[in-house]
């Protein structure tokens, strides 16, 4: 899919088919996380896949009761792990970078799936410490973002966008 089309065919899917995602699939939107750019290439966040049943249910209670999280046959947990970027960054690399970096590999994934004809939507209302025990994260890992991935169950609702008059400054 060319990049252009891609993004325009990213939408939020909230109702997924019970197909599978199929391994060679999550392998390249796990690629293209990789290569997401990041603070110092220190990639300061882990990913956590939660395919299980057991563990989806439990992810999706922690989701504020969110159904769709369970539906979906597998669900990428980003994480930043700001211990990466103390170092090199102090508190701005621990507070803001390490966010920064697990948000931006978790766009590329987003992107990476619907290039590939698979349905992604962002979660970001959750119980971090519930998230954390799910996945069976330390303490000093910080759950950023969960998305859901799978083959979308009929068509999203689409909603309008502003228009770049509105969102964009000059300056």
Not at 15 to 44: C, F, G, H, M, T
Not at 62 to 74: D, N, R
Not at 155 to 164: D, S, T
């Amino acid at each position: 899919m060319e990049f252009f089309e891609t993004v325009r065919q990213r939408h939020s899917i909230r109702n997924y088919s019970s197909l599978p995602v199929e391994r060679e699939k999550l392998d390249r939107i796990l690629e293209a996380a990789n290569l997401a750019p990041s603070a110092a290439n220190l990639q300061s966040y882990e990913i956590y896949v939660v395919t299980q049943v057991r563990q989806r249910a439990a992810l999706a209670k922690a989701a504020c009761a969110q159904g769709f999280v369970l539906v979906a046959p597998v669900s990428l947990v980003f994480c930043a792990n700001p211990v990466r970027l103390v170092d090199q960054y102090g508190e701005r690399g621990q507070s803001l970078y390490a966010i920064q970096d697990a948000t931006i590999a978790c766009a590329y994934a987003q992107l990476a799936a619907t290039a590939q004809g698979l349905g992604t939507v962002w979660v970001g209302a959750f119980d971090p410490d519930a998230v954390r025990e799910v996945v069976g994260a330390p303490k000093e890992i910080q759950p950023v973002a969960i998305l859901p991935i799978g083959y979308a169950e009929g068509a999203p609702e689409l909603r309008a966008r502003r228009p770049l008059e509105d969102l964009v400054h000059k300056v």
